[in-house]
């Protein structure tokens, strides 16, 4: 599995792939990762490498800059026609065009998305009309739990904010 992105999500992502015995090699821009990353038994390689390589590609990386359309035409004819791409970051940092064009061909076996570009997804958007696609809402491991978390996380940092408290969890 390669793993685009090895923040919080992806070193969750890491380990479950560990717990199916499956060899993680990941691309991320921060120096700072090599210690979890040999915790996890992920190996770094340049993105080219994980993209020609993995079986399984999961794009986890926040949307900048830098990487929007990462994955793009080019990218995308790296990849194994074997192999699976999963989006659950931000839709622009993959060119949507050349993956409904990769999907069509079957230059890819498939791919999983639950984020768009754009978002919301216009009807037009081919990507939603492609073969061997899995599409879903960005909710899709949302749960009641996770619901009740949320509000109770918001309900938290309302508390915190009229107690004077610096708040937590804060996105800027």
Known sequence: MGIIGLGRIGQQVARRGVAFDMDIVYTDPSDDLTGIADGLGARRVVLDELLHTSDYIVVLAPLTDATRHLIDARRLALIKPTAFIVNTARGAIIDQEALADALEAGRIAGAGIDVFDPEPPTAALR??????????????????ETLIRIAM???SNVRRFLDGQPLADVVS
């Open 127 to 144: 990507i939603l009309q492609a073969p061997n696609v899995v599409l879903s809402p960005h909710v899709g491991g949302v749960t009641r």
């Open 153 to 155: 996380a918001a309900a």
